[in-house]
């Protein structure tokens, strides 16, 4: 019955690794987001997707990357992790005005 | 641009205590607001919310009402529960759809 699920929930790596986030939403939802929140919770959006379209891309560099193989999933692929990634990255969908957000995963980056 | 500005935390009360969440917001138009919640450990979900002025956004008994004159949209409840300890989000939908969430305010309850 999970709206938004993300795997992993814990995810630590080691500087210059590629690593991979998966967002499933079975809301039926057009649109999915992807979020990063800072060890002060400040929430800042990265990337949105509307039926597989990139819509919102803010300046995030271009070690990360975005993936939507279908209107249900929105995958964040990263390259050549770096110390300052570390942080929690939330997906989030909508079909309206209200977002509905996954559970997080944390991003440990040593 | 569009901005969302809430007070900073952490706030902290007493169980039973009256709250206020301050929020202002610079935006062009009638944007729709939003007030998110985010318990330990957990995403960000709905607490309420006011599409139009002078609109009342209520939930879990927290209210917050569209005040456009001012351009705020302050949370209020009349008495807090330990289980109301959470970070809390002010948000605005512009009118290109773009969702701006404010900085969050940290709410600690003591019991």
């Known amino acids: 019955d999970t709206a938004v699920s993300q795997t992993p929930k814990y995810l630590v790596t080691q500087m210059g690794n590629d690593k991979s986030i998966k967002c499933e939403q079975n809301l039926g939802h057009d649109t999915m987001y992807w979020y990063k929140q800072d060890s002060k919770k400040f929430l800042k959006i990265m990337f949105s997707y509307n039926n597989k379209e990139l819509i919102i891309n803010e300046t995030v560099p271009n070690r990360f990357s975005p993936k939507s193989p279908d209107k249900a999933h929105l995958n964040l692929h990263i390259n050549s992790l770096e110390l300052g990634d570390s942080a929690v990255y939330f997906c989030?969908?909508?079909?309206?005005?209200?977002?509905?957000f996954g559970p997080g995963t944390r991003l440990t980056v040593l | 641009g569009d901005s969302v500005t809430q007070m900073e935390g952490p706030v902290t009360l007493s169980e039973e205590a009256f709250l206020t969440i301050n929020c202002t917001y610079t935006a062009t138009g009638y944007p729709s607001l939003f007030w998110y919640v985010q318990y330990p450990g957990e995403g960000l979900q709905l607490l309420l919310k006011a599409t139009k002025a002078d609109d009342k956004g209520s939930n879990k008994g927290f209210e917050a009402t569209y005040r456009k004159e001012t351009t705020s949209f302050h949370l209020e409840k009349g008495s807090v529960q330990v289980s109301d300890s959470a970070v809390y989000f002010c948000?605005?939908?512009?009118?290109?759809?773009?969702?701006?969430f404010g900085k969050g305010t940290r709410l600690h309850i003591l019991p």
């Open positions: 989030a969908s909508s079909r309206w005005d209200e977002q509905f």
């Open positions: 948000a605005l939908m512009n009118r290109d759809d773009k969702i701006i």
